[in-house]
């Protein structure tokens, strides 16, 4: 088993794709219509147990539910003959374990983007290919079709890291937890992130805050949203080439940072933040002081790497 590692909510998903959102959508629809009658396909999700998951519910579906149970992602395509081997016997594993943990589907061809970030991180092009995603950490993966048996045992060493995070409560878990695993206003703020509704995810969560000024994950998720807002105004490759040209811009570093976490690359985000602060004094440092703290928010404080770049804030500062 190895350790838990950091997850990015958007390294997951390139920003700039969510126009094509609507396509995706249809995609997925298409694959969900797919049944094992005349392909042996695998069947997609049939009960709380087993969902589907796609680009634009994945933050709700998998980062947010395992913070309360943990997920299971089996990536897969139709035309895979060993996904159809495992998918079943994950659906039906997942069934019987009655809710101690969550399988979410991820058809690769539908949800490219999604996947790419898997294979990237995990260092691997093959499928099938299943991740445990616990309380926002991946944890472990395997590739390809093993034995029931090993499945298993992986599953087993899976809940024992859950129980070490304190994630879930065994068989059943997931029934009792299933309304405050993901509030109304988180959905209602990431279904308006899925409809391109930015400034409706903002007042939502905002509201949220009003209501519970103490709400980590609502916190969090305005700072993805804002994130969001910034990087759709950029012209990426322009930004880039300005932070190269202008190292001591701070305007230009932090938008370049913005890129970088919204691809999945925190520590590069962090390590340039960093350099600006120290490299820099007064206002502008004060100003790279408040975007890095920003971009903290969009990870959370138990992140890996976001303790990792406050020890060397902290060291930078005093």
């Known amino acids: 088993m190895q350790q838990p590692r950091d997850f990015s909510l958007y390294g997951a998903v390139d920003l700039g794709a969510r126009q094509a959102a609507a396509q995706r959508r249809q995609q997925a629809a298409r694959a969900a219509e797919q049944d094992t009658s005349g392909n042996g396909a695998p069947s997609g999700g049939t009960s709380a147990y087993v969902i589907?998951?796609?680009e634009e519910n994945f933050n709700s579906?998998?980062?947010?539910?395992?913070?309360?149970?943990?997920?299971?992602?089996?990536?897969?395509?139709?035309?895979?003959?060993?996904c159809k081997q495992l998918s079943p016997v994950l659906e039906r594993l997942a069934q019987e374990a009655a809710g101690s943990w969550t399988l979410a589907k991820i058809d690769v061809e539908a949800n490219q983007q999604v996947a790419a970030f898997f294979f990237q991180r995990l260092q691997t092009q093959s499928i099938p290919l299943v991740v445990a995603i616990v309380d926002g950490q991946l944890v472990s993966a395997f590739p390809g079709a093993i034995p029931e048996a090993?499945?298993?045992e992986w599953l087993a060493q899976?809940?024992?890291v859950a129980e070490q995070l304190g994630v879930g409560s065994?068989?059943?878990?997931?029934?009792?937890?299933?309304?405050?695993?993901?509030?109304?206003?988180?959905?209602q703020a990431q279904e308006a992130m899925e409809r391109g509704d930015l400034d409706g995810a903002v007042g939502v969560l905002e509201k949220a805050l009003a209501e519970s000024p103490g709400d980590s994950t609502a916190k969090g998720m305005l700072a993805q949203v804002n994130l969001m807002r910034r990087v759709d105004s950029y012209d990426a490759a322009a930004v880039r080439r300005d932070a190269a040209a202008?190292?001591?811009?701070?305007?230009?570093q932090a938008k370049t940072a913005d890129i970088?976490?919204?691809t999945g690359e925190a520590e590069a985000a962090f390590n340039r933040m960093l350099g600006v602060i120290g490299r820099t004094t007064g206002e502008d440092r004060d100003k790279a002081r408040l975007h890095l703290l920003d971009l903290f928010e969009i990870l959370g404080p138990d992140d890996p790497t976001v303790k990792k770049a406050r020890g060397r804030l902290a060291a930078l500062l005093f």
Do not use: F, H, I
Not at 62 to 69: C, E, G, H, I
Not at 246 to 252: E, K
């Open 150 to 152: 090993q499945v298993r």
């Open 158 to 160: 899976v809940l024992g």
């Open 170 to 187: 065994g068989p059943g878990a997931a029934d009792a937890d299933a309304a405050s695993a993901v509030p109304p206003a988180y959905e």
């Open 260 to 262: 970088e976490l919204a």
């Open 246 to 252: 202008n190292p001591g811009d701070v305007g230009a």
């Open 52 to 54: 589907d998951v796609t």
């Open 61 to 82: 579906e998998v980062v947010l539910r395992s913070r309360a149970t943990p997920v299971v992602v089996d990536l897969w395509a139709d035309w895979c003959q060993p």
